[in-house]
T-cell receptor
Framework: DVKVTQSSRYLVKRTGEKVFLECVQDMDHENMFWYRQDPGLGLRLIYFSYDVKMKEKGDIPEGYSVSREKKERFSLILESASTNQTSMYLC??????????FGPGTRLTVT | QKEVEQNSGPLSVPEGAIASLNCTYSDRVSQSFFWYRQYSGKSPELIMSIYSNGDKEDGRFTAQLNKASQYVSLLIRDSQPSDSATYLCAVNRNTGFQKLVFGTGTRLLVSP
């Protein structure tokens, strides 16, 4: 079974803090993704990576950056957290048949 | 026009009935189609994939694909209260990257 894990299930941070969300997959997938999900807005793609050290902006990259130093690990960074970044953050990886698997999610609250 | 469209619902069905969830997509060259189930507060879980026209059955679930009409549907037979969730339709985006486009989901409520 594909397993995608995320470093935290719940996180509370203060405005202005730097926040790191980490994601690890164990299926040797090349492509990994970070989404946020908010009520009524569905899944919105923040960034994705198609190889080590390679990244592409998604639909809402503003206020975020990413890092992929190893194939299995993809990190999302909030350089200076703001209250409008309070959300559920979902990491995912995708296989060659386009089957995409999600991690359990991190519910981030910025106060 | 959204790339992937779903009725937000809620779709209410009684226990034991067939639930029919529909999805339309705009990109004619899409080749891969998926249904995800998402319980409240949880992450989406892949339940069905379909790649060719016709029906694909897996237990109580049947995915149906009609590429000419650009729609994909999910039938849930003998619906159970535990099927109550939001169902997301996803389609591959033809950009050269392996990437999916998701609909906003249909909320299904199965009443006992």
């Amino acid at each position: 079974d594909v397993k995608v894990t995320q470093s935290s299930r719940y996180l509370v941070k203060r405005t202005g803090e730097k926040v790191f969300l980490e994601c690890v997959q164990d299926m040797d997938h090349e492509n990994m993704f970070w989404y946020r999900q908010d009520p009524g807005l569905g899944l919105r793609l923040i960034y994705f990576s198609y190889d080590v050290k390679m990244k592409e902006k998604g639909d809402i990259p503003e206020g975020y950056s990413v890092s992929r130093e190893k194939k299995e690990r993809f990190s999302l960074i909030l350089e200076s957290a703001s209250t409008n970044q309070t959300s559920m953050y979902l990491c995912a990886s995708i296989g060659t048949t386009y089957e995409q698997y999600f991690g359990p999610g991190t519910r981030l609250t910025v106060t | 026009q959204k790339e992937v469209e779903q009725n937000s619902g809620p779709l209410s069905v009684p226990e034991g009935a067939i639930a029919s969830l529909n999805c339309t997509y705009s990109d004619r060259v899409s080749q891969s189609f998926f249904w995800y189930r998402q319980y409240s507060g949880k992450s989406p879980e892949l339940i069905m994939s379909i790649y060719s026209n016709g029906d694909k059955e897996d237990g109580r679930f049947t995915a149906q694909l009609n590429k000419a009409s650009q729609y994909v549907s999910l039938l849930i037979r003998d619906s159970q209260p535990s099927d109550s969730a939001t169902y997301l339709c996803a389609v591959n985006r033809n950009t050269g990257f392996q990437k999916l486009v998701f609909g906003t989901g249909t909320r299904l409520l199965v009443s006992p």
